[in-house]
């Protein structure tokens, strides 16, 4: 192909012109290649002063492909009666990164951590919040992921990879790749999602387990509780339930790190 892309560029403008649309195009598709269709990437990251409260900290780069939609006939064990499901899924990658480690300030550790019995679990989890209000953010429905064998085949089809579920994803956390290393380590997964109200406007995915990081803060009880370092992406979507068409999906901002509470009100023995 590049011969004859360098034939071109000595002919006529014209050709020339030809010649550069095809650079492009080869080009681009080059770039689809590398990035496989992952649009949106959380770089592994943390600050100086995360590093020195907690001194095992690890995390994962991860890189999401946009929101899709698959259906499936769901049967109902009581009457046999099959219905049809809108599944809403989120295709995702994710690799450990070494996190370069940059001065730190003179700050103590939160806990001297003993060594732990075995290695270090992988435990990815995703929530799809929904909301009508984008300036508050007050959740309409909650959701956690599901696993679903009959809409995780369509999605291995439709990716054209063997994606996990978020349970088959479970593994001991991998050592860290370096970016510019040969082999990328990467982990394929896609988390899914029914039940989800056709007339949603504004959602985010709170995605959880991709990194160890975490704060204790004061609730207003004035008690300890944990705070998880997750990955937030916000989305909208236009339209309506009646054309629950892929392109409806747009997102809202760069998929940014930030703490939540930690749901189960876990003390700082339970975060290590």
């Known amino acids: 192909m590049l011969r004859s892309i360098q034939n071109l560029l000595k002919r006529s403008p014209v050709c020339r012109a030809a010649a550069c649309c095809a650079i492009f195009s080869f080009a681009d598709a080059a770039h ?21 409260h907690q001194p095992d900290y690890w995390a994962m780069e991860v890189q999401m492909k946009p929101i899709r939609l698959v259906w499936v006939d769901e049967v109902n064990p009581t009457t ?25 300030p003179d700050i103590a550790p939160i806990n001297q951590l003993d060594p732990l019995p075995g290695p270090r679990q992988f435990i990815p989890e995703m929530t799809l919040v929904t909301y009508d209000d984008p ?11 599901e696993i679903m064998p009959a809409a995780m085949q369509q999605i291995r089809q439709v990716e054209r990879d063997n994606y996990l579920d978020m349970v088959a994803v479970v593994q001991d956390l991998p050592e860290p790749t370096p970016a510019d290393a040969e ?27 991709f990194t160890n990081g975490y704060e204790v803060k004061k609730n207003d009880a004035e008690e300890q509780q944990v705070w998880r370092k997750v990955i937030v992406q916000r989305y909208s979507r236009l339209g309506d339930r009646f054309d629950p068409a892929n392109r409806e999906f747009n997102y809202v901002g760069k998929p940014e790190w930030a703490f939540q509470p930690d749901a189960g009100g876990a003390t700082t023995e339970d975060a290590q």
């Open 135 to 145: 300036a508050k953010e007050v959740p309409a429905q909650i959701l956690h992921d």
């Open 80 to 104: 046999g009666e099959k219905t049809r499901q809108q599944i809403w899924y989120l295709a995702w990658r994710a690799i450990v990164r070494p996190i370069a480690a940059p001065e730190a």
């Open 32 to 52: 689809a290649q590398i990035t496989r269709g992952f649009d949106r990437t959380a770089p592994a990251a943390a600050t100086a002063t995360e590093l020195a």
């Open 183 to 209: 082999q990328q380590q990467w982990i394929y997964g896609a988390a899914t999602w029914k039940g989800v109200d056709p007339e949603t406007d504004f959602f985010k995915v709170i995605l959880g387990g």
